[in-house]
Structures are given as C-alpha cells and as structure tokens.
C-alpha cells in the first residue's frame, strides 16, 4: 500500500523572509541603477552640447566669424532683430507663434517647428539633440503653478549666456557689449558657451525666451543677482559646452544653488543671499565668456 504523498507548501514566516530579502536586494541596487541612469542621460547630454558646439562653430566658419543670434525671440519682437537666431518660439506649421500662456496650447511638434526655424538646424537635423534625456519638463511639466500644466512641457535643454545672444546691445540684461565674431572670444578652453537650463515658465513665458542671464557683479543689471536658474537634470550636476569644442559636467557643490536651481523663488533674485563664499558662482564667474575678476 502506497503511503500517501504529502503537499507542502510556504508557511508565512517563510514568504515574510522571502519578500524580506527581495526588499533588500532592490533597496542595495536602486541607486546603483539610479548611477547607470544617470551617467546614461549625461553621456548623450554631453554628446548634445558637442554637437551643438560643432554648429555653432560651422556657423561662424560660413557667415565671416560672425556668431549666431542667441536671444531667442517672442512673438512681439520685429523681425529685423530675430532674422540670425540660432532658434524661435514655439510655432505652428505656418510659422504662427504658439508661446504665449492662454492662447492656444503648444504641441511637441510646435516646440520643434521653433527648433527647425533656427539658423543651427541645418548643422544638427536632429531635434533630439536639443534636449536632454534627462529633462522631464516635455513630461511632466514644470514647477510652474498655472492650472493647465500642458503650456510647460518645455522640450529645449540648453541656452546660451547673455553676452552671446543678443543681437543689438539694448536686448542683454547690462552695460557689457555683447560679443559679435568667434575670435573674440579669449581663452575657448576654459569659456563655456550652450549652458544645461531649468527654466519653469510664468503664466506669459512658456518657454525659454532670450538668454541665460548671470549677473552676480556688483556693477550688473541688479547688485548680486543669480537670475536664471541652470539644470538639475543630472542630479547634482549640469552639463556645459566650451569653444574649443569639448563638453563637461559640473557638479554643484554648495547648497544654496542647489536650492536655488530647484525653487528660484525661495532665495529671492535681488541679492541672492548666497553669493558670498558660492564656489558654484566663482565657477561660473570665472569660466564666464566674459571674464570679470571675482571680487568676493
């Protein structure tokens, strides 16, 4: 006579320890996948910003040295100051503006059209080089606060330095002629030009119009100003382009720009009250592509 086969099964002691250790196993790889995802979005960040750097370049090689607009315009400026620039505003098929706040809401396509209209397109074919993989703003929106959310899905990760983009002297934010020729520019190893933005719209701006503008000397548009906050999109860290044609990332060391990047309205922009001893702002000061010496 066959003994009867038993069936056993877990106990609940033993599925707790089971789900117990699954539990430790993805809290000890999280952040070692958060780490290969990071270093992923900046690798082809990176690559963006060299690429973006080689059109500026080729740009300049075809236009006599002459640099190209970097003052991305809105819709109410005239045409004679917009005809150069590197990019435009969000814009319909047939070129219509779509960047103001209430009007009619911007698709992705818009976002690019503004991308394809820019003097640098014909270097680069390729919108995903405009934005960085690591930017969820064309997701998810920005910290900005207006009710329909779908006016911030800002697509372009990258902007240049006032001092770069204008096109007269009266569109930068202070009294420093903006440069006009490549060769102007001292030092390329160390001067960084496409710079890693967080820029999160107001119920008018919804999306990142003119420069980036950093005025932190006491002689600037107001005394002791950050202004525009940079990226954030590589944890503690921001990607930037230099004129001699490499990229690098900079990491923010000081918690008062962490702060800032993240919520600009928490430190207020007239002064900043962390601009003494900010080794961040030294950096960007000292690599700035107008030099300045650094007063603090």
Known sequence: MNAKRIKKGFTLIELLVVISIIALLISILMPALNKAREQATGSVCLGNQKNLMLAYIMYADENDDRLVGGYVPRSDQTSRLVQHQWVFQPQADDGSPRDFYGGTVPTLQDRINGLKAGKLWKYLKNHEVYNCPGDTRVRKGTRNTAPDKRYFYIYRSYSLPDVLAATNDNQINYAAKPFRKLNQIKNPTSRYSFVEVAFAGSTNLIFNHGGW?????????????????????????????FFDGHAEMHNWVHEGTWEFFQNPSSTGLSPNPHIAGNEDIKWLWMNYPEYHQYPY
């Open 213 to 241: 503008s950093f005025q932190p000397w006491p002689s600037g548009y107001r005394d002791g100003t950050w202004w525009d906050p940079l990226g954030y999109f590589h944890n503690r860290a921001a990607s930037f382009s």
